[in-house]
């Protein structure tokens, strides 16, 4: 359980914190305006994939917005996983 829901960012810090990761090191994948809003104050760079409900939000924000989730739609930072999910050297770079 977070204190408040998104917008706030305590769900990401929460998890974050349980994980023991970084912001630096993660990205959060969301469909909203809200969820977007409680990514960034959580330090963390975020993947928009709008939804038929969320499309007409502003994702100015994020770090990507996509339409799909395929690996070749996917930013390339996260294409390069798909392409050797074993090599961890090249993963959040």
Known sequence: ??????PA???YLTSLAQLGVSPAR???FEDSRNGLIS???AGLRVLITPSIYTDDEDFAD???VRRSL???????VLAALFADPT???RRFG
């Open 9 to 11: 960012p305590d769900v």
């Open 62 to 64: 994020a770090d990507w």
């Open 26 to 28: 993660a990205i959060a």
């Open 39 to 41: 990514a960034k104050a």
């Open 1 to 6: 359980m977070v204190a408040a829901k998104k």
């Open 70 to 76: 395929e690996a070749n739609a996917l930013p390339q």
């Open 87 to 89: 090599d961890h050297r």
